[in-house]
Nanobody, 121 residues
Framework: EVHLVEFGGGLVQTGKSLKLSCQAS????????VGWFRQAPGKERQGVAC????????YYADSVKGRFTVSTDNAKKMVFLQMNNLKPEDTAVYHC??????????????WGQGTQVTVSY
């Protein structure tokens, strides 16, 4: 069974940094796609970042390019999201996600419970 557990959220001021972590289990880290989504109150879910291991490429939403970085630790089955220069509009619940049966960033259909990130003015 796939499990994704996020931690590291919190309250930060505008311009500060925060690093989210996600412990993954229940699927192979030999060939995979993992990433992060976010959802703010009253807004649609947004894909933030994704890493696909077969081609080693990372993909980002335009709103976070240059500020957010997704990375992994294959040995520990961990997924990270380094968020720099945070803005109030980054406030949301952030969910770790994975394609547990393949390696497509278009098929991140396994989700964690999420961790709240709040950016104050």
């Amino acid at each position: 069974e796939v499990h994704l557990v996020e931690f590291g959220g919190g309250l930060v001021q505008t311009g500060k940094s925060l690093k989210l972590s996600c412990q993954a289990s229940g699927f192979s880290f030999d060939s995979y796609a993992v990433g992060w989504f976010r959802q703010a109150p009253g807004k649609e879910r947004q894909g933030v970042a994704c890493f696909s291991s077969p081609d080693g490429r990372s993909y980002y939403a335009d709103s976070v390019k240059g500020r957010f970085t997704v990375s992994t630790d294959n040995a520990k089955k961990m997924v990270f999201l380094q968020m720099n220069n945070l803005k109030p509009e980054d406030t949301a619940v952030y969910h770790c996600a994975a394609d547990a049966n393949g390696s497509s960033c278009l098929n991140l259909d396994n989700w964690g419970q999420g961790t709240q990130v709040t950016v104050s003015y």
